[in-house]
């Protein structure tokens, strides 16, 4: 580079940057670095230094954080952009992504509808629609239609999950391959999640006519939140953290 062009560079690269200049601008220095851009046309979110790469779970629970808070709803858009086409390739055909790891884990698609509910709650319900609702429905009929490998709608409206033999949820620290917790059957965040998405597309697709499915989703939530009570809530009055026959987790966690 021609020294004579250090100056103007320097001066355009201080317009593009945050000033560290106050706590918001720090934290908005911090969400900008976990932005990964391989490709021009895709965009991720790394799930941490040094070692993480794209992980699906991590992907989603950061991504309004990372986006929304900081007012960058585009950014959100592209990364959502990158996700969608990952997640319905393993739903149609159970293709795995190149970037984004542990895609096939259940929660999964459970947190890419409750980061699509912040949206919604940031930049408007029928944009939120525009752009995700058909998405959003693909999910709910995935799942309501007993299609994932490791998750099953049981009729007492509660999703059943294999974790004895891998690790599944955010608990994920493995010995020889296997889970140190092996948290399986019925798991409170998953169903919590299951919950909280019927009640969203529901009323997400009611704004947008289709009163029908609106309520076939809210008479499936009815079903699974009272199971979910019954489950879930111990005689102490806090949430058992997985529920498998006649094994009941005590743990409290912070899921």
Same mark, same amino acid.
């Given at each position: ?30 969400? #900008? $670095? ?8 895709? +965009?991720?979110? @790394?799930? =941490?230094?040094?070692?993480?790469? !794209? ?61 699509? #509910? $912040? ?8 944009? +939120?629609?525009? @752009?995700? =609702?058909?998405?959003?429905?693909? !999910? ?116």
């Amino acid at each position: 580079v021609a020294t004579t062009r250090l100056k103007a560079l320097y001066e355009n690269e201080v317009v593009a940057r945050t000033p560290r200049t106050s706590f918001f601008n720090c934290l908005k220095n911090s969400a #900008q $670095q976990f932005y990964f851009r391989p490709k021009e046309d895709d +965009a991720y979110l @790394l799930a =941490g230094y040094p070692w993480f790469k !794209v992980r699906a779970r991590d992907l989603f629970v950061a991504l309004p954080g990372s986006t929304l808070s900081i007012d960058d709803p585009v950014r959100f858009e592209k990364i959502m952009h990158t996700a969608m086409p990952a997640m319905r390739a393993y739903m149609e055909n159970g293709r795995f992504d190149a970037v984004i790891r542990e895609i096939e884990h259940p929660d999964v698609f459970l947190w890419a509808i409750w980061a699509i #509910q $912040q949206y919604a709650k940031h930049e408007g319900v029928e944009k +939120a629609r525009e @752009l995700y =609702g058909d998405f959003v429905k693909e !999910v709910i009929d995935y799942i309501r239609d007993q299609k994932h490998p490791d998750m099953k709608l049981m009729e007492n409206g509660l999703l059943f999950a294999n974790g004895k033999d891998k690790a599944i949820t955010w608990m994920n620290s493995t010995v020889n391959g296997h889970p140190v917790i092996p948290r399986t059957g019925y798991i409170v965040e998953f169903n919590a999640l299951w919950y909280n998405a019927l009640r969203f597309v529901a009323d997400l697709v009611r704004e947008g006519g289709d009163v029908i499915l609106a309520d076939e989703l809210d008479a499936q939530a009815e079903v699974t939140g009272k199971s979910f009570v019954e489950v879930f809530r111990n005689e102490y009055g806090y949430l058992l953290d997985y529920v498998d026959g006649n094994m009941m987790d005590w743990s409290v966690r912070p899921n």
